[in-house]
C-alpha cells in the first residue's frame, strides 16, 4: 500500500522540476510554493499548517500545469497575475516590466524629496504597470500625478491598478513617447525608462528577453537613448525647483553623470541597490 504524497513533498517534485529547467535553487525553492499556494488559493500561513496533508482534489492538475509554464521560464509574476512592490500588489502582464525592488529607491528619493513640501503635481514616466505613480499617489494623498507610457496596452494595466488602489482620480494616464505629450509643469519627475543596451539582449534571462516587452527594456546602442531624450526634455516640464529622479543600469553611472553635464542637470545624489551598485540619481536643472 502506498501513501499519497503530502503537499511538501508535491512541491518540493516542482522544485526539481524547476531545478532540471535551469532554474536557480534559491529561485526554485520559492517559485515552487509560490505556484502552490496560488494553486491552493493559500495564504503562507495554511501552507505551513497544513502541509504535511494530502493534496485536496484538483491540485495536483492546476499545480503541474503552474509548474510547466515556469519551467518555461515564464515569469511567475506573469503566471500568477500580480506583483508586490512597495507593499502594495500589483497586476503584472506580458504588456509590463514586472515591478522589481530596486526601482523602489525611485519611490523612497522621491518621498525624500517632498519632505517639508508638498507636491502638487508629479509625472512618472514610463510608468508601465503604474507602479511608482500608484505609490507615490498612496504615499501624498494630496498629490496630483501624470503616469505616461508610448504602450497603451501599458496603460491599460496601470489604470486597473490605480482603481485596484483607489488613486484612479488622481493619476492620470497620458499615451505618449516620453514627455512628448505633456505640457504641465511639474515639482517632480520620476523615471524608470528602457536602459538596456540593444546589443545585451542575448544575455538577458529568458524571463525577460521572452516575456517583457521589448519597448520598455532596450535603448540604443549605449542603453541610453531615452535617457539622451529625457535629459533634454524634462526641464520644460518641471517647476523652477523641481527634480528628475532616474534610474538606471548596471555600469551607466559614468555615462549618466556624462549626459547630465551635457544637458545642464546637477546630480545631487546617487543611491545604490543592496548589492552596492549605483541605481537611481537624483537631479537639479
Given at each position: 500500500?502506498?501513501?499519497?504524497?503530502?503537499?511538501?513533498?508535491?512541491?518540493?517534485?516542482?522544485?526539481?522540476?524547476?531545478?532540471?529547467?535551469?532554474?536557480?535553487?534559491?529561485?526554485?525553492?520559492?517559485?515552487?510554493?509560490?505556484?502552490?499556494?496560488?494553486?491552493?488559493?493559500?495564504?503562507?500561513?495554511?501552507?505551513?499548517?497544513?502541509?504535511?496533508?494530502?493534496?485536496?482534489?484538483?491540485?495536483?492538475?492546476?499545480?503541474?500545469?503552474?509548474?510547466?509554464?515556469?519551467?518555461?521560464?515564464?515569469?511567475?509574476?506573469?503566471?500568477?497575475?500580480?506583483?508586490?512592490?512597495?507593499?502594495?500588489?500589483?497586476?503584472?502582464?506580458?504588456?509590463?516590466?514586472?515591478?522589481?525592488?530596486?526601482?523602489?529607491?525611485?519611490?523612497?528619493?522621491?518621498?525624500?524629496?517632498?519632505?517639508?513640501?508638498?507636491p502638487a503635481h508629479i509625472i512618472d514616466v514610463g510608468t508601465g504597470s503604474g507602479c511608482l505613480?500608484?505609490?507615490?499617489?498612496?504615499?501624498?494623498?494630496?498629490?496630483?500625478?501624470?503616469?505616461?507610457?508610448?504602450?497603451?496596452?501599458?496603460?491599460?494595466?496601470?489604470?486597473?491598478?490605480?482603481?485596484?488602489?483607489?488613486?484612479?482620480?488622481?493619476?492620470?494616464?497620458?499615451?505618449?513617447?516620453?514627455?512628448?505629450?505633456?505640457?504641465?509643469?511639474?515639482?517632480?519627475?520620476?523615471?524608470?525608462?528602457?536602459?538596456?543596451?540593444?546589443?545585451?539582449?542575448?544575455?538577458?534571462?529568458?524571463?525577460?528577453?521572452?516575456?517583457?516587452?521589448?519597448?520598455?527594456?532596450?535603448?540604443?546602442?549605449?542603453?541610453?537613448?531615452?535617457?539622451?531624450?529625457?535629459?533634454?526634455?524634462?526641464?520644460?516640464?518641471?517647476?523652477?525647483?523641481?527634480?528628475?529622479?532616474?534610474?538606471?543600469?548596471?555600469?551607466?553611472?559614468?555615462?549618466?553623470?556624462?549626459?547630465?553635464?551635457?544637458?545642464?542637470?546637477?546630480?545631487?545624489?546617487?543611491?545604490?541597490?543592496?548589492?552596492?551598485?549605483?541605481?537611481?540619481?537624483?537631479?537639479?536643472?
Amino acid at each position: 500500500m502506498t501513501t499519497e504524497a503530502s503537499l511538501h513533498e508535491r512541491i518540493a517534485e516542482g522544485r526539481r522540476a524547476l531545478l532540471g529547467a535551469g532554474i536557480r535553487a534559491d529561485g526554485a525553492m520559492l517559485d515552487a510554493e509560490v505556484l502552490a499556494r496560488h494553486a491552493l488559493g493559500w495564504d503562507r500561513a495554511a501552507l505551513l499548517s497544513r502541509g504535511r496533508e494530502a493534496p485536496p482534489e484538483g491540485f495536483e492538475l492546476r499545480f503541474s500545469a503552474l509548474i510547466a509554464r515556469r519551467a518555461a521560464r515564464e515569469p511567475v509574476a506573469q503566471i500568477v497575475g500580480r506583483r508586490e512592490f512597495w507593499g502594495l500588489d500589483f497586476e503584472v502582464t506580458s504588456d509590463v516590466l514586472t515591478p522589481r525592488p530596486e526601482s523602489e529607491l525611485i519611490v523612497e528619493e522621491a518621498l525624500d524629496a517632498t519632505l517639508g513640501r508638498r507636491p502638487a503635481h508629479i509625472i512618472d514616466v514610463g510608468t508601465g504597470s503604474g507602479c511608482l505613480a500608484i505609490a507615490l499617489a498612496v504615499s501624498l494623498p494630496d498629490t496630483r500625478l501624470v503616469g505616461v507610457d508610448i504602450s497603451c496596452a501599458a496603460l491599460a494595466v496601470a489604470r486597473r491598478n490605480a482603481a485596484l488602489h483607489s488613486v484612479e482620480n488622481r493619476v492620470d494616464f497620458v499615451c505618449s513617447h516620453l514627455l512628448d505629450g505633456v505640457s504641465a509643469a511639474a515639482d517632480l519627475i520620476v523615471a524608470n525608462p528602457p536602459y538596456v543596451p540593444d546589443s545585451a539582449a542575448p544575455a538577458l534571462q529568458p524571463e525577460v528577453i521572452r516575456y517583457e516587452p521589448e519597448v520598455a527594456l532596450f535603448s540604443g546602442s549605449d542603453g541610453l537613448s531615452a535617457m539622451r531624450e529625457l535629459f533634454a526634455s524634462a526641464a520644460r516640464c518641471l517647476a523652477a525647483d523641481g527634480l528628475l529622479v532616474v534610474e538606471f543600469g548596471f555600469g551607466q553611472e559614468a555615462g549618466v553623470r556624462a549626459l547630465a553635464g551635457e544637458y545642464r542637470w546637477h546630480v545631487m545624489r546617487l543611491r545604490a541597490d543592496l548589492q552596492g551598485i549605483p541605481r537611481v540619481a537624483v537631479l537639479r536643472r
